[in-house]
């Protein structure tokens, strides 16, 4: 008879504990949280779009459950999954597609629109939006609808699955966007 009594007052007691939380030193701050998500998220599209192999690799979660997906002009579509895949992809990418003599950015301008952020769990969050990438000579933009998966590791928010379709056929005026 004593065991189940003292079971049930064991069981008592952690259930009147406060839960972890509920305790104001590990409250979650959701903007906090979210800028530090768009720090990488621009970091690594403008390491992409500057061709710095090292700068965009930081970005990532080098795991075998990283994913990228994208579609090409011409209506292909290029998708790798796992670290070394995308690192290949990426890396050969780069290097095969330099910037021109005197460009600092393939798209030096980018707008993100119609933001959405959802956050699964404090470590785990996935965003949408749209992008418009400026085109040569700035007149237009093409379209984008971008994906991430985001993951904190060693409390640093890293990306883990990028997904980009982009709308080759209906460019953007500048204009349309002010």
């Not at 959701?30 to 700068?55: H, L, P, S, W």
């Not at 290029?78 to 070394?84: I, L, M, Q, R």
């Not at 609808?145 to 209906?170: C, H, L, P």
């Amino acid at each position: 008879m004593r065991l189940p009594m003292i079971a049930l007052l064991l069981f008592a007691c952690a259930c009147n504990q406060p839960k972890k939380e509920e305790t104001p030193d590990t409250v979650f701050d959701e903007a906090k949280e979210k800028a530090a998500i768009m720090q990488v998220i621009e970091k690594e599209t403008g390491c992409f779009y500057k061709r710095d192999y090292n700068c965009w690799k930081e970005c990532f979660a080098q795991k075998d459950y990283a994913f990228q997906a994208w579609n090409n002009s011409d209506g292909t579509v290029d998708a790798k999954s796992g670290w070394t895949e995308v690192d290949d992809k990426i890396g050969q990418y780069i290097k095969n597609n330099p910037l021109p003599v005197g460009a600092s950015s393939s798209h030096p301008v980018v707008q993100r629109r119609n933001m959405i952020v959802h956050f699964f769990t404090d470590s785990l969050a996935t965003l949408i939006w749209n992008q418009y990438n400026i085109n040569d000579g700035q007149q237009t933009y093409t379209l984008s609808k971008d994906t991430r998966i985001m993951e904190k590791i060693n409390g640093q928010w890293m990306i883990v699955n990028v997904a980009s379709f982009w709308d080759y056929k209906n460019l953007v005026p500048v204009d349309s966007l002010k």
